[in-house]
């Protein structure tokens, strides 16, 4: 049997790409400034430097650099276990009976779990060049906090994770990962800081939140001498490392005479989203193609399709700058569903940008739908996916049963962003027929919304 | 910064095998043949169609082709995962200081997390081929289930698999794995065979041994119409299926010029480990070579290094044909340790041959020493090793720092048959520094032996 594309394409090192792609560069126009939140003025260099490396702030606020090199020790790094693959899905298009050629690129094949690593790696290797004495950060779901440990345990440099105490709980084999790579993990909220104290004396039951977690973990790392923050998603600086896999699925698909009519990937944050689409945004933007791209989230968590455009914080602690995004207001607390690392009142301001100027769209999946899928999926193609990225999954089977009907050979490509190892309850609870959505009403979202900051001048 | 070895290396499609190799056509003395236990003769094909798919029997008993065509409805598959990588372990070899060259062949990055697959698919391929009504099939760490789980479910193949049961209650999400894959998990022994009822009625509280899960497996498929059983180790055809790892490998290696000077796998039933080495054992055979072949195996589970060459049956429950191999006795009960894809008491009678004709060594490896090398190599190479695949790197570290002492730089080949995801507990016992071995005595070996059978002319 001969077929011109292969099931997995990988690149060869030669073929990797030695810089990161900055889409802010190309923007017509750029996302709004984060502010600081006791002056309402752009934060600068210096307002950032206690939280965030050097190198790391300087990427963030840049708008203007196209390419950034990548450092040679992190192209090295990069090649322990990239290049990703991008496979053409033959079965799954088999099974759907469609028309449409459907590409995913896979970021899972590594210890992590997901495309995390892409991001932990830099920025732990801009931490040691530093000369720093160690980082902290925070997870959900645990997958930022294994990549992280991975990189940290590479470069020797300490690590302390603070977990939303109820994944903690449930996912002790995740904890249990981190530890392997030495890192200290301490579950969120906790006494160790002043911001968790504070919380857990208000509610000493709470089972904790992304946006508690990040407040400990920043305040952890201005309080610590020689410690700086790191955060897996939402910044520039981490879409800007991302944007290696969006870099490499476009070299594969050059590779083989193919270019994507959609573009599809889950969105928490939208490290991953943010990164895929990076150059095919690129053209766009340019008007060199009319590629649709398509941010799927949780209908539970719906900052796209139902959030407000406006500044808020990062974090429930209200101690993060202020990013201009589309959010459901840090109080939201979100209902818990099973796909952790979509748990976010926010989203990047770059994809909020692009969202808000009409270059991409948004779509909300319930939770049932996506683990149908995500099981279809697994059948066809012999890879258990993350439950988030099974978001995306789902949406890439809706457009090729569109295709179907239309009897269109659309080229679709969506992100696979991580496997689902850890994810076996929510399957269970999917298998089970007992999985439950918790869609939140518009008083709920009313209630969130309220959390938005007053900024004179700015935002009444 | 240049080099010729790329970090990890993965054939074209083109390149892939398109054959298996049978290395029994090139092995001087023959293993010997099984016996059917009832008449002491050789099996004939038409003892064992019963039990296995007619295609699977011939290969099982062909000791003289010696390559087999991958059919092409199989190498389609193997597309959708394979090739696997053949990764050059630099940052290892750089944190020994060894001037060894250390490679490893990885075949965790598929769904069952091990090569298992290899074989899952071939054996499903052919039982959907001869139009089968379904399988059965037993599993103990439940890498060989989530494998045939994954086959199964991609061919429309009912599966049922019987799961020793203190694995089927420690390992909850390894059982979830494979009913999202459809297949009807049962913990073994279980009250739906006769094999399970008079286990039980003789130790109610027994957790089951991979024995007893194949009595019950191979009962329940002879007295179902139209099932029959499959084996994902020890057997002649499995190791013929695995040659597949071994086959890449060479290629790879002749891509770059490379060949082994040491090639080092983890043993239990042995099919991973006669996979890796077939094409290069050809060498050694015809002459070709002078290269070492270690197999390792837990010191808890000896068969190697302290059992008996002896015909013995496969299973607990005595319902096997008597293979001549390396035992502890079917009768011995290995002692619970984590690699429990190493706790088997016989070896592949192939493996067995060739070690007792001088083709190859065994090495015995303690529980701390195995979890110590896979945490070392998990912070260097970013991959968490399963514990079975671990006991290879604690050899490879081994020869790496003979290496260094001797100031040879010998390549080294080693096969990381998997991931260890649902192996947190173990690390967590090893990293707690309360993990145990299990090491038995000679008066325990000893009651192990006296279950081997007495045959009358052949063995008394």
């Known amino acids: 049997m001969s077929r011109k594309v292969p099931y997995r394409l990988y690149l060869t090192e030669e073929q990797m790409p030695k810089q990161w792609y900055n889409?802010?560069?190309?923007?017509?126009?750029?996302?709004?400034?984060?502010l600081n939140p006791a002056t309402a003025k752009p934060v600068t260099f210096e307002d950032l430097c206690p939280v965030f490396c050097d190198e790391l702030v300087k990427q963030e606020l840049d708008n203007q650099t196209r390419y950034?090199?990548?450092?040679?020790?992190?192209q090295e790094y990069y090649k322990v276990y990239r290049p990703s693959p991008l496979i053409r899905a033959y079965n799954l298009e088999k099974a759907l009976g469609t028309p449409a050629k459907i590409y995913f690129k896979f970021e899972g094949n590594n210890t992590s779990g997901s495309h995390k690593l892409n991001s932990a790696i830099a920025q732990a290797y801009y931490a040691k060049k530093q000369g720093l004495n160690g980082l902290t950060t925070e997870t959900g779901a645990g997958q930022w906090g294994t990549a992280l440990s991975e990189a940290c345990a590479y470069y020797q440099l300490p690590l302390t994770v603070f977990m939303v105490k109820c994944s903690y709980e449930q996912k002790p084999f995740r904890k249990l990962v981190m530890q392997t790579f030495d890192a200290k993990v301490i579950p969120s909220p906790s006494d160790t800081t002043d911001i968790g104290k504070k919380i857990l004396s208000e509610d000493p039951l709470t089972g904790g939140s992304l946006g508690c977690a990040i407040s400990e973990a920043v305040e952890k790392a201005v309080t610590t001498p020689?410690?700086?923050?790191?955060?897996?998603?939402?910044?520039?600086?981490?879409?800007?490392?991302?944007?290696?896999?969006?870099?490499e699925s476009k070299i594969a698909m050059e590779i083989l005479d193919e270019y994507p009519d959609i573009v599809i990937g889950c969105a928490g944050g939208g490290s991953n989203l943010g990164g895929l689409i990076a150059p095919f945004m690129q053209d766009k933007i340019l008007g060199k193609n009319n590629a649709r791209f398509i941010a799927v989230e949780p209908a539970s968590c719906p900052s796209l399709t139902r959030g407000r455009y406006a500044y808020d914080f990062c974090d429930t602690g209200k101690v993060t700058p202020l990013a201009k995004m589309y959010t459901l207001g840090s109080g939201f607390i979100p209902s818990p569903n099973h796909a952790g690392g979509l748990r976010y009142h926010g989203m990047s301001p770059i994809l909020s940008k692009l969202y808000h100027d009409g270059y991409m769209e948004a779509v909300a999946v319930e939770q049932n739908n996506v683990f149908e899928a995500a099981t279809f999926f697994a059948k066809q193609e012999s890879i258990l996916p993350a439950p988030e990225s099974a978001h995306a999954i789902a949406c890439a089977i809706d457009e090729a049963l569109k295709c179907k009907e239309s009897g269109e050979a659309k080229t679709i490509l969506f992100g696979l962003t991580g496997t689902g190892y850890f994810d076996m309850s929510a399957y269970s609870a999917y298998h089970d027929g007992t999985m439950t959505d918790y869609l939140p009403d518009d008083a709920q979202l009313e209630e969130g919304f309220k959390s938005l900051p007053k900024i004179p001048g700015i935002q009444e």
Do not use: C, T, W
Request: proline share 5%.
């Open 23 to 34: 889409l802010r560069a190309d923007m017509k126009e750029k996302p709004d400034a984060m």
């Open 68 to 74: 950034f090199d990548i450092p040679e020790e992190v």
């Open 226 to 247: 020689g410690y700086r923050y790191v955060l897996g998603s939402v910044l520039n600086q981490v879409l800007l490392h991302q944007s290696i896999v969006g870099l």
